[in-house]
């Protein structure tokens, strides 16, 4: 019994731990960012990375998630007569939710988990001591740019989900179904807001942009650096990313569109 | 240096590829370039009841959309509403023109439908159209049928 609590007690220390080295790692990681002003390529270099990188799956994934998006909806909407509001339907759902969300998602699987690994393994091959034993600081020099490259891209790689997901609805709806063109598009122009969906699609990403990127840059560097530290790590990364981007969205969303 | 500057093409590619969806997404997605802080001038028109209209639904007259409604209060002097309609500068209306509320298909968005009258004088920013027509509430059209026919089964 005693053993038992003991162990409760330590879990949850350890988990406080965790959550106020993260929270001063980030402290620390701003702290380096104005730096990069003066040395954009390192920033540069890890958006091919993490953006450039990740733009097939994005954009494949976006175009079949239009595309289911476009036969479930027509399905559904016929019934009401009102098949003409597929257009509505399929740009809402990707520009306020699928968007955001599954591009966190990939982003944290195809993205962060390579971040962390790589961030991990520089540390248990000792580069990152190497790094300060020279007087570079390795916050400054590896994690920073890697954190803003992170928060760079997933934006930019939402709002091509986004839009490649309504042209995937489009061929689906116009082109398979049979819905008329000017319908499909003028009920969305109608119905879509720019500043209550679009923007709020787009502070959407740059949150879980942060927290994907925050998570995986942490994950690595805190990592025990061993073969098997590291491989924990990753998937650490993954599950708290996903776990952290839905449960985020929930919040976000109640206060963006809760009313 | 060959390969540097690949990969620097290769990330100005993917930033310009987002933004382009961005401007993709603004243009042809959302109303942007509708009417969207569009200028006009603002006339004001009292409903009984406004149902299911709310802020920025359209401003039609003769199906033509021409406005948005940017405000809808309760006006507690005369205890109706109040909705302020923005029509676009260009639109001229005569100053008897009729405001209805309807509603666009059987269960669509409600809009304001301006019927224009025949007097000399124009709306100009500030003015009250004088006749609202309110909007048709489901359930009482039903409970006027109701009541009709319940009146008619007792005349006989």
């Known amino acids: 019994m005693l053993t038992w609590l003991a162990r409760l007690g330590r879990a949850g220390l350890s988990f406080f731990e965790r959550l106020g080295r993260g929270h001063l790692f980030l402290m620390q990681v701003l702290a380096g960012v104005p730096g990069l002003l003066l040395r954009p390529r390192l920033v540069i270099q890890q958006i091919y990375s993490v953006g450039v990188l990740s733009l097939v799956i994005i954009v494949v994934s976006g175009l079949f998630v239009g595309m289911v998006l476009g036969l479930q909806g027509y399905n559904t909407l016929a019934d009401f007569g009102a098949a003409e509001s597929l257009g509505v339907m399929v740009a809402l759902s990707l520009v306020r939710e699928l968007g955001p969300v599954v591009t966190a998602l990939l982003f944290g699987g195809r993205a962060g988990s390579a971040l962390t690994a790589e961030i991990g393994l520089m540390k248990a091959t000792e580069q990152l001591s190497g790094m300060e034993m020279m007087a570079v600081d390795p916050l400054r020099r590896v994690i920073a740019p890697r954190f803003v490259a992170g928060v760079i891209a997933m934006p930019l790689l939402a709002a091509i989900f986004s839009a490649v997901g309504v042209i995937g609805g489009y061929f689906v709806g116009v082109g398979l179904l049979g819905v008329d063109d000017g319908a499909f598009w003028s009920q969305m122009q109608a119905r879509v807001d720019w500043n209550k969906d679009v923007i709020n699609g787009v502070i959407k990403s740059l949150a879980f942009g942060l927290v994907a990127t925050w998570i995986a840059v942490y994950e690595g560097y805190d990592a025990t650096p061993t073969a098997e530290g590291v491989s924990r790590a990753t998937t650490r990364t993954v599950v708290h990313t996903a776990l952290a981007v839905l449960g985020l969205d929930f919040v976000l969303t109640a206060l963006m569109f809760g009313e | ?156």
């Open chain 2, 1 to 156: 240096m060959k390969q540097s500057t690949t990969l620097e093409i290769m990330v100005g590619l993917f930033v310009a590829l987002g933004l382009a969806a961005l401007f993709m997404l603004a243009m042809k997605v959302s109303n942007i370039s509708a009417l969207n802080n569009e200028d006009g001038y603002e006339v004001k028109v009292h409903f009984v009841n406004v149902g299911g209209l709310k802020v920025r639904s359209p401003v039609t007259v003769a199906g033509v959309r021409v406005g948005r409604v940017v405000r809808i209060e309760f006006d507690d002097k005369l205890l109706e509403a109040l909705v302020v309609l923005k029509i676009k500068h260009g639109v001229r209306l005569p100053s008897d023109s009729i405001a209805s509320i309807f509603t666009a298909g059987l269960l669509g968005e409600q809009y304001v439908g301006l019927e224009p009258g025949g007097a000399d004088t124009y709306l100009k920013e500030g003015d009250v159209i004088a006749l609202g027509q309110s909007a048709l509430i489901l359930e009482q059209i039903i409970g006027r049928v109701l009541f009709s026919k319940a009146a008619e089964g007792k005349g006989q």
